[in-house]
């Protein structure tokens, strides 16, 4: 929502409206999500990004349940000490049931089809990896490209044959903003921060970017990943260029009443980020060719959230 403050005189009459409009728009340009390269190779397959390599790097972050701040827990590089890494060490690990935690996206049921062919088996840690894959693949198709699937030794229960895969939801911890000059960059991250929720999903994200090229206050806006601080997090970049904050315009219509002259010009000379918050000034004139009217406005709005 903006908030318009405008003023209009006529020969000697003032008036001031407040009022509420939706922001101008400006034709949609295709939507670009930039991966970046060195972190992660992401491929665009039916309108969502998929992360190549991702499924190869599953198998080597092996978190514990307990806290995030935790270090992963290599199966293969853990000391033989507890009579529970023992069992790790030998080819398999007789499988009963497969249980996994952790999704607020996707329902227990919905993971059957994936687990229910390694129940009732002994399985290798290898096997068992591929079952935390074709998880963490079933969110990557829905867009969640930095949510995973991955399984700790504290999860595996060999007296009683349960193995527990748990599910980390990724997130974005922080949005850094580049390239802007005059604009406030919270103006772009409050945006921005309305299509990251948790767990992220890119289609989120490339919806918000859409509606930001309809802004006439930016010229381009793209967006990367970059490997976040805490497990399951990343670090947003938006890169931004903005536009000429002046616009100017002169046209001629017949909108006015015949009796002041139907004919009339009109003139208009708008600034779209007066303090650098987003607000917008403008300033119109308009005279008729015939009947002596003269009128000039003077418009200004400013946005009360993100949302405009």
């Given at each position: ?99 996994v935690i952790g999704s607020t ?126 497990v399951g997090q990343s670090i ?73």
């Open positions: 929502m903006y908030l318009i403050i405008a003023c209009s005189t006529c020969n000697d009459a003032l008036a001031v409206t407040l009022t509420s409009l939706p922001s101008n728009h400006r034709s949609l340009s295709t939507s670009n999500l930039l991966v970046n390269q060195q972190e992660k190779k992401i491929a665009q397959e039916s309108g969502q990004l998929v992360d190549e390599n991702y499924q190869n790097q599953i198998g080597e972050l092996l978190a514990p349940i307990g806290s995030d701040s935790e270090e992963p827990v290599l199966l293969e590089n853990k000391p033989n000490t507890p009579a529970r890494l023992t069992a790790f060490d030998s080819k398999t690990i007789q499988v009963d049931k497969i249980e996206i996707f329902s227990p049921e919905q993971f059957k089809q994936i687990i229910q062919p390694y129940q009732g088996r002994s399985l290798t840690i290898e096997q068992l990896r591929e079952v935390a894959d074709a998880i963490t693949t079933v969110y990557l198709k829905q867009g969640y490209i930095n949510t995973r699937a991955i399984l700790a030794e504290q999860t595996i229960d060999i007296n009683k044959g349960i193995v527990t895969i748990r599910v980390l939801e990724g997130g974005i911890e922080k949005i850094e903003v580049e390239g802007t000059r005059r604009l406030n960059a919270n103006y772009i991250r409050s945006r921005v921060q309305l299509g990251t929720g948790t767990p992220f999903n890119t289609t989120d994200l490339e919806n918000q970017l859409r509606l930001l090229r309809l802004d006439p206050k930016l010229e381009s806006i793209e967006a990367s990943l970059r490997k976040g601080t805490k947003l970049i938006v890169r931004v260029v903005e536009a000429n904050p002046f616009e100017g315009s002169v046209w001629v219509d017949n909108y006015s009443p015949p009796s002041i002259g139907s004919e009339r010009m009109s003139f208009n000379l708008r600034h779209l980020n007066l303090t650098g918050n987003g607000d917008e000034i403008s300033f119109t004139y308009r005279r008729s060719t015939t009947g002596g009217s003269n009128i000039f406005d003077i418009g200004y709005r400013f946005p009360l959230n993100p949302r405009n």
